[in-house]
Every structure is written in structure tokens, then in C-alpha cells.
């Protein structure tokens, strides 16, 4: 079974531009989550989504959005990057009805 | 304060030791508590999973939270090379139809042959 699945993997983008990172969840799972990790931090929650709504925002500016899809798939947009947008970017998915979530291995976002 | 405190570590134990992980919180409506383990560069993988304060042991691992106090632990036994990490705690709350984690720093783990 696939997991979490991610794109891309890496990416160097400078100050200013914009990213949009791609995940696809566990086949099933309806809810996708979005984590920031900063080097030497633990993940920091961003957005949840279920059946494409909006369940849960964390403390981000509104440079950052996300979008789920039909297919459960999920889009996280980042405008205006700034240096301090470089980390790793997970995405988890959870099963309705279920508190565990399982991680993909991250887009790791490099900001110049 | 923050909502959870780790201690970042590093720690560095021989082959065979036993290893004690902890974290403490805050906020007393976290309601499951967790134990990820994170390889350099990759995703954090589940370790550990309870919702209430007690032990609770799978295979090498012993998750324990006291409730009563806001802490919780991570206690590896035997501890093999494999088990270099960085082991993440992360308490879970489920608000208003959100859930979301709050995660500890991390602790890195090296365990020497």
C-alpha cells in the first residue's frame, strides 16, 4: 500500500515567489493535514482538511493557503516567501474516526 | 510556557542501554499522546499511541503518561544502532471538528555499537 505521498521533494525558490506542494493521502483517508517543521523544531500544525473543508487553521499568516481536492488530494500555497519559510513541509492523513496520523517524507522548501 | 517542553538533547547512550524520554505540558484538554520517531530527512514514523495514563509496552518500548502531573515518557529498552532518531513527543487535541498535534522539540538519539 502506498502511503503519504509528496511532491516535489526538494525545491530553492527566492524571496518573493510562490510554491504550491502537492500530497496525495493514504488511500481511504479523507482528512489531510499540513505541518511546517523548522530545522531543529518539531512539526508545527498549519491547515486541516476534511472532505474538503476547512477544519483547523494554526498560527500562519494568510500568505499561506490549501486546497483539498474531490480525491482527497491536497495543495499547500505559499505567496510572498520569505527566508524564514525554509523548512520541511509534511503532509499527514488520517482515517475518519481515527486520532493517528501517518506522515509522507516532506517537501523541503530552501528560500534565497 | 510553552504547550510542550522537550529536552532537545542530544543524547548518547551505548548499545544495550536503557533510554528515557520525557516531555511535560500544559494544557490539560490534550487528549491522546504520541511518540514519533524521525530519521534524518525523512517523515516522522508512529511509534507510540494512548489516550489515557498508565503504561502501555510494545516490544522494546514502554509509553507512560501521567496525566495528573502533564507527563509523559518514552522508555526504550536494549537500545540497538537502529534506534538513532530523533524521537518526537506530540499531544493531540480534537476542538470544534479540528484535530491537530502539538509536538515537542525533538530529542536526538544516537546509540553507539
Known sequence: DAGVT????HLIKT???QVTLRCSPISGHKSVSWYQQVLGQGPQFIFQYYEKEERGRGNFPDRFSARQFPNYSSELNVNALLLGDSALYLCASRLSGANVLTFGAGS???VL | QKEVEQDPGPLSV????IVSLNC????SAFQYFMWYRQYSRKGPELLMYTYSSGNKEDGRFTAQVDKSSKYISLFIRDSQPSDSATY??????TQGGSEKLVFGKGTKLTVNP
Open chain 1, 6 to 9: 509528496q511532491s516535489p521533494t
Open chain 1, 15 to 17: 524571496r518573493g515567489q
Open chain 1, 108 to 110: 523541503r522548501l530552501t
Open chain 2, 14 to 17: 551505548p548499545e544495550g542501554a
Open chain 2, 24 to 27: 511535560t505540558y500544559s494544557n
Open chain 2, 88 to 93: 518526537l513527543c506530540a499531544m493531540g487535541l
